[in-house]
């Protein structure tokens, strides 16, 4: 039986902020549907002070031990539940994770290098050694280093072999070289595997130390070879090109299923798709004090407000959109404040077609996708996207920039011999013009309601499950 260990910084539905949250919760249970008696699948992660008490109700104590982190002793506690056929792990550290927020403290450093370290350490106390590590993102690379630098030699952790999955390359991991052996433990022997531009870059060592580098698309692998791309790592993954692949992401389609969703004021399937969704625009424009038509097509937005998100490519058309035609926006998110105060603004000039929110809410972006018609993810960079998926399953019509998973999961729609191609609208130069057309074009078809249900039927038959994924992922495990 193959045994496998998911490490990351956050899993749903325990603790999340986005896409890697989103992954970490559904991939592991995939993968051990699909294998069903043959694989055992394991995830670990920190006990932030965010999981809930109805999960922390369900933990048993798996051991209690020390961690040696650098000069430091800390308390480790490990814990553990099970669900859906996965064994999931908590490292317990009030100093470290009982906090207000999981990232963004002047000590993330040390924090996830004591995770990673715990990582290693428990699996003895846990009585499980994997064949397959599994490290995502920069926050627990060091899983993968310390493995390499000071584990190999020790009983039980010989032939564990490592994957090292980038979700996002622009967040890497940088500090500054004076505290290789006081925070991360490692002596200058290390230095040349942990430094690169003058700084300690924890993915560039997880990258060199890995077996096997993934990234979420393959458009995604390749782009990040390009500088344009690789926020500077472009060099490290050439030379590490062939360890690279790029796996596409899907969503949990139990939890993404508006035939069961329970937020949604109506649930509908594919059968009925349109009047499902005609009927939850209603009761979101109840909610959010819009006109009550579902006669008029409802765009959505739901993201981070930042640059790379193409925000700045819909501050350009949306004034244009909203004053020319009828049509509603809701868009969801937080972020930059330039893009906060323009949609604040949108929403004065127009307030009975334009409803923003700005906070992070689950529930609420399941009721926008439900009612929407129409939406917009113009991403600068995307390395898979998780939205124009969600956004398919719930029979909206994404239209999105042809950019790394946007580009391998939404195809632009055209017709063949009355056959419809294609599961969205899209466009590939970063230029507010062809933004502007192809959101056009979207609503004109919502106005064509023959070739508007074809289509519509033709999205929600798209298959974003994890099931094609989990099998290329087993396939990149049996390889090593």
Not at 115 to 143: E, R
Not at 285 to 291: A, V
Not at 316 to 332: A, T
Not at 334 to 346: M, N, V
Request: charged letters at 25%.
């Amino acid at each position: 039986m193959k045994k496998i260990l998911f490490v990351g910084a956050e899993v749903m539905p325990f603790a999340a902020t986005g896409g890697l949250g989103d992954v970490m919760g559904s991939l592991p249970a995939a993968i051990k549907a699909r294998e069903k008696g043959n694989v055992d699948v394991r995830v670990i992660m920190p006990l932030y002070g965010a999981i809930k008490d109805e999960w922390r109700a369900q933990m048993k104590t798996e051991a209690e031990i020390e961690i040696s982190c650098a000069w430091r002793l800390q308390y480790c506690g490990i814990k553990s539940l099970q669900k859906d056929g996965v064994t999931y792990y908590f490292i317990d550290n009030e100093y470290y994770f009982k906090r207000d927020k999981l990232y963004g403290f002047f000590d993330d450093g040390e924090r996830y290098a004591y995770f990673c370290k715990a990582v290693i350490d428990s699996m003895a106390h846990i009585g499980f050694y994997p064949d397959i590590l599994h490290a995502n993102d920069w926050q627990s690379a060091m899983t993968v280093v310390y493995l390499n630098t000071k584990y190999r030699n020790i009983e039980g952790y010989a032939n564990t072999k490592t994957v090292f999955t980038i979700h996002n390359i622009e967040y890497q991991g940088k500090y500054d070289p004076i505290i290789l052996g006081d925070v991360f433990g490692l002596g200058v022997e290390h230095l040349s595997l942990m430094r690169y531009d003058n700084c300690i870059n924890l993915m560039k060592a997880a990258i060199c130390c890995a077996d096997r580098v993934s990234t979420v698309s393959p458009s995604y692998a390749e782009e990040i070879k390009t500088s344009e791309y690789s926020h500077g790592l472009d060099h490290i993954l050439h030379l590490n090109s062939h360890k690279l692949c790029g796996i596409l992401n899907g969503i949990d389609y139990d939890y993404y299923n508006p035939a069961k969703d329970t937020v949604l004021c109506k649930n509908y399937n594919r059968r009925n798709t349109i009047s499902g969704k005609n009927e939850n625009k209603l009761a979101l424009q109840r909610e959010c004090g819009l006109p009550e038509r579902a006669d008029v097509p409802m765009m959505a937005i739901i993201s981070r407000l930042a640059s790379h998100k193409g925000l700045d490519l819909v501050t350009e058309v949306m004034y244009g959109i909203i004053g020319n035609r009828d049509v509603q926006l809701v868009v969801l998110g937080t972020g930059e404040q330039k893009y906060e105060s323009f949609f604040c603004d949108l929403e004065r000039t127009y307030p009975d077609k334009v409803k923003i929110f700005l906070t992070y809410d689950r529930d609420l972006s399941k009721k926008i996708y439900a009612a929407c018609d129409v939406f917009i993810m113009p991403s600068k960079s995307e390395p898979c996207g998780l939205s124009q998926m969600i956004a398919s399953r719930y029979g909206a019509i994404p239209v999105v920039r042809e950019t790394g998973g946007l580009r391998d999961s939404i195809k632009g729609y055209w017709v063949d011999n009355g056959e419809v191609k294609g599961n969205g609208f899209t466009f590939a130069n970063y230029y507010s013009g062809e933004l502007y057309d192809r959101i056009s074009a979207a609503l004109d078809l919502y106005y064509d309601k023959p070739w508007y249900k074809k289509l519509v039927s033709k999205i929600t038959g798209t298959d974003f499950s994890w099931a094609s994924s989990a099998e290329k992922y087993m396939d990149m495990y049996n390889s090593i």
